[in-house]
């Protein structure tokens, strides 16, 4: 294990802040305005604090993984909350930031592809004993079968959206089934192209809890109630798109909230308790909203786990933190210490990290070039018409980028390369990858830079549905910590070519099989 040198601190770690561009369609202005404002709020925040950071907005998943290459920022804050080529997408922020490793704050990919997905949240809460809603799952162009009416009243909603997207208390609500159940999934159907979730709305109390990670503790924060109060009996009490986002309804003027909320003491430390353990069966990371609802018996039922909730200065979150006796700027301030954490334990080898400097790998840069070619010299291991070749190469995977034959990545540390790695699919194959070209600064050899380099090319390939990776290297007695090397990763000798590079210098051939990805 390699000794962690000094104490690593947010202060020292630039940030890129990560949001969703805006979508053409006017239908979701208001919530994509809502992204940009949580964007200049952690700005405001990270500027007051000293931490320096850069900006990226992102529409789809190529450029989601060219804004994360496209510096060395050792923590993302990920506000990206919708991609226009897959909206499921958006989960994966968290796992490209691994697998280049940087930290990104907020929850976990697994968590938040399975909290994007309410019919499968409502699944796993049940299977961890919480009361949830009643629902059924009405896939596209599918009708809603008689034999899956619930009792009433209802509510419609799509399966797979967030911001109370495709909630409208009109035309959502309903006493019971009929035809306007029918029509309302449809509209989620034409809609959004995905499943309709009819659901029972239960409870006649909206309850909102705020939870935060500090250190190795998650605290709740004050429970919000939302106000209905001067909601008439003929409108429902939901908290709907209007009530969210537009300023010229009665319901986003109605619906205040009331922290804390006005709850006895023994429903409020149930509270607390569902929701925390809410929380602990998603798996969330960081921070997180609960939303209950609840009925006048004390009765609660959990309506969803957001794990990506809206953390702008006015939305209830905010508030929460605010009542919870904290500025905004600290909040912010604890997510970078969570992301921090995360940087520690995702270490190269045992957690190296240097003061400032972590480990970031990248897609390499034309500004790369000169450096990585110096390195091939520097390493006294290739001769001159071999870095012939990895120029040529080189060349190819800087032209042609993603989707080039050869990927080309840069582990940087404090802004310096230190390490280089080129890799493709091999010709004529399928699910096999070569290894073409590995090569880390001598003044970092020892620090497991060359383990990330290879736990990244393994993570990339694994992605891209490859099943076993491919390396050529010299037997000559030299190149034995190079073999060493790929032997404590786990590659084993498959073959030997006798005299292939020169007389006395074999071509030796490492393999290594792939765990099939998810």
């Known amino acids: 294990m390699v000794r962690e040198r000094g104490t690593m601190s947010y202060r020292h770690l630039p940030v890129l802040i990560l949001h969703n561009l805006p979508r053409a369609e006017a239908a979701h202005a208001e919530s994509d305005a809502g992204v940009m404002d949580q964007v200049r709020a952690v700005a405001a925040a990270l500027g007051r604090i000293g931490v320096p950071y850069r900006i ?4 789809g998943y190529e450029e989601l993984c060219a804004a994360v290459d496209g510096g060395d920022e050792a923590i993302v804050f990920n506000l990206v909350e919708d991609l226009i080529d897959d909206p499921w997408n958006m989960t994966v922020v968290p796992e490209v930031c691994s697998c280049r490793w940087r930290a990104c704050t907020g929850s976990p990919t697994n968590c938040l592809s399975l909290t994007l997905n309410k019919a499968h949240t409502k699944g796993l809460l049940s299977g961890s004993r919480l009361a949830v809603p009643e629902g059924i799952l009405v896939g596209p162009g599918a009708p809603v079968e008689a034999d899956q009416v619930l009792v009433g009243p209802l509510i419609v909603k799509p399966v797979a959206a967030d911001a109370s997207e495709g909630i409208e208390a009109d035309g959502c609500v309903f006493e019971g089934f009929g035809p306007g159940v029918q029509q309302a999934v449809e509209r989620i159907h034409q809609r959004f192209a995905q499943p309709a979730l ?4 239960v409870g006649s109390r909206e309850l909102n809890v705020s939870l935060v990670r500090r250190g190795r503790r998650v605290e709740v924060l004050g429970i919000a109630e939302i106000d209905f109060s001067a ?6 009490r939901i908290v709907d798109y209007a009530a969210k986002w537009r ?3 009665f319901e986003y003027h109605h619906t205040p909230r009331i922290i804390p909320a006005p709850l006895s003491a023994e429903l409020a430390g149930r509270v607390r308790e569902v929701s925390l353990k809410a929380w602990r069966a ?18 609660l039922w959990v309506l969803e786990v957001n794990a990506n909730p809206d953390i702008s200065p006015d939305a209830g979150f905010a508030a929460a933190v605010a009542a919870a006796g904290w500025s905004y700027d600290e909040f912010i301030a604890n997510c970078l210490r969570n992301a921090t954490t995360a940087l520690r334990r995702m270490g190269p080898v045992g957690g190296h990290v240097e003061v400032g400097r972590h480990l970031i790998i990248r897609r390499t840069r034309k500004a790369d070039r000169k450096w990585i070619m110096t390195l091939l010299a520097k390493t006294e291991m290739f001769r001159p018409n071999e870095i012939k070749v990895a120029a040529e190469v080189l060349d190819d995977a800087l032209a042609k980028g993603a989707r080039g034959h050869y990927q080309s990545y840069t582990a940087a540390m404090g802004g310096r ?3 280089w790695v080129c890799f493709g ?3 004529c194959t399928v699910g096999t990858f070569d290894l073409y070209w590995i090569a880390v ?10 383990r990330a380099l290879m736990e990244h090319t393994e993570a990339l390939i694994a992605r891209r549905g490859g099943r076993r990776v491919v390396v050529e290297t010299a037997g000559r007695p030299d190149y034995e910590p190079t073999r060493s090397f790929y032997r404590r990763l786990g590659y084993r000798e498959a073959a030997t070519v006798a005299d292939f590079y020169d007389v006395g210098d074999d071509k030796i051939v490492y393999v290594k099989r792939l765990p099939i990805a998810d």
Do not use: I, K, W
């Open 441 to 450: 600064d001598p003044d970092h050899h020892g620090r497991g830079v060359g």
């Open 198 to 201: 009819v659901e029972q709305l």
């Open 56 to 59: 990226a907005g992102v529409r």
């Open 282 to 299: 998603v798996g969330c990371e960081d921070y997180a909203r609960v939303d209950l609802r609840a009925d006048d018996d004390g009765r």
């Open 417 to 419: 390369p230190v390490g």
């Open 247 to 249: 300023p010229d309804t």
């Open 425 to 427: 699919p091999t010709p």
């Open 231 to 236: 909601f008439g009996p003929d409108r429902p």
